[in-house]
């Protein structure tokens, strides 16, 4: 039997238990040939960037799919911390049973979650596609529909190899049931609506494959922020004790990176801290060069963006607080605070300013600059103190 501290067969079981609950629309596109190399023609002239991985592909997948594929992508990115909460086990009388109900507790809430997720992902591109031999990925950029729970952009744990999935730095992928369902309910144009998803799925692309050092230094601080964590079950008592003592910094953490703000310890908030900060600037990129791309190819961009965003205002309370406590509604704050940051700058040293930031890690803003644009403006030398 597996000692691994997650069920994940029992995951995918539960997520795609509460997946097939939801209704999924019929989400072909007959005659649909997505206009990919015109898109990234219009995001080089509007960014500068262009991917070195060559074309991209757009491939519609199912909500099964996309769940495979992030169980691939969590089993693989979580390994290392999860072989040393195991080495921690504790042995003896009755440890076996209490482990086996740990490992199906943990898997019936990551299924949940994914479960809950797969039905609102609208599309994504794997940031780190061809990490490993196995080629698994883990960690994407995405569109997120909100169905049910709000709109925006967010960092969505990626797809992996398997479920039929395609591979390679040129994959992007479309969740078709989540789209369909955006286009019946607020009767969205499918051809403007899907091409207008592309456009910011293929930004991150160019972002990430465009960049050179981009995606190498995103995967080390990832890899950092999972090294530091502590399995010790008293630095996470230790950790609820601060946060109950600095109640309104854990707040703020909570809102920033869900309750696993709340129980990180000093030295992975840092990293957490500089993660917010580069998917901040990447997402807001994403967004804004979302509509200047688009450009005739997508004449009522606006109007997708103004929907999705009351879709995001008027979540309920119990999407609202899954939002929070996974760290989710952080991500959708990203999407907004690194539009206004972008906005900020642009007033200052003009539409390209922003392209800084490509030249060095050292030249990416903060999750402080993020929030404070002035700081970073002065620090690149735009603005006299």
């Known amino acids: 039997m597996s000692t691994s501290p997650v069920d994940w067969a029992r995951a995918e079981q539960v997520a795609k238990l509460i997946a ?16 990919i190399e015109q898109i990234e023609q219009q995001i080089e002239d509007v960014t500068g960037l262009r991917s070195a991985a060559g074309t991209a592909t757009a491939e519609l997948i199912d909500r099964p799919a996309w769940i495979h594929a992030n169980i691939v992508s969590f089993r693989t990115l979580l390994e290392p911390v999860l072989d040393r909460l195991n080495a921690r086990r504790p042995t003896g009388s009755g440890a076996g049973a209490a482990t086996a109900l740990t490992r199906q507790l943990t898997a019936a809430e990551l299924g949940t979650l994914l479960g809950w997720m797969s039905t609102r992902v609208l599309g994504q591109y794997d940031v780190l596609v061809g990490r490993d031999a196995g080629g698994d990925q883990a960690d994407a950029t995405g569109t997120v529909d909100g169905i049910g729970a709000g709109g925006g952009t967010v960092v969505a744990d990626s797809t992996g190899a398997g479920g039929g999935i395609g591979t390679g730095d040129g994959a992007v992928y479309l969740v078709a049931a989540n789209l369909a369902g955006a286009e019946l309910k607020y009767g969205f144009d499918p051809v403007a609506f899907r091409t207008w998803v592309l456009v910011h799925e293929l930004t991150h692309r160019a972002q990430f494959t465009g960049v050179p050092w981009m995606r190498g230094y995103f995967t080390g601080l990832v890899d950092q922020a999972l090294k530091a964590v502590n399995p010790d079950p008293q630095a996470l008592l230790s950790a609820l004790k601060d946060a109950l003592r600095n109640r309104a910094e854990a707040r703020q953490q909570v809102r920033d990176s869900g309750i696993a703000g709340l129980i990180a310890g000093p030295e992975q908030r840092q990293v957490i801290a500089r993660i917010g900060g580069l ?44 939002l929070r406590l996974t760290g989710m509604e952080g991500k959708l704050n990203q999407y907004a605070a690194g539009e206004r940051f972008i906005d900020a700058v642009e007033a200052v040293g003009g539409p390209r300013v922003i392209d800084t930031c490509w030249t060095s890690p050292e030249h990416l803003p903060s999750l402080d600059e993020i929030r404070a644009p002035e700081l970073w403006l002065r620090r690149m030398g735009q603005l006299v103190a």
Not at 20 to 35: M, N, Q, V, Y
Not at 302 to 308: E, N, P, S, T, Y
């Open 279 to 322: 998917m901040s600037l990447l997402e807001g990129h994403g967004d804004v060069t979302m509509t200047r791309a688009a450009g005739a190819l997508v004449p009522n961009a606006d109007r997708f963006a103004r929907v999705l965003a009351e879709r995001r205002r008027r979540a309920n309370p119990l999407s609202r607080l899954i």
């Open 20 to 35: 097939t609950r939801h209704a999924t629309p019929p989400a072909e596109l007959s005659g649909w040939d997505p206009p």
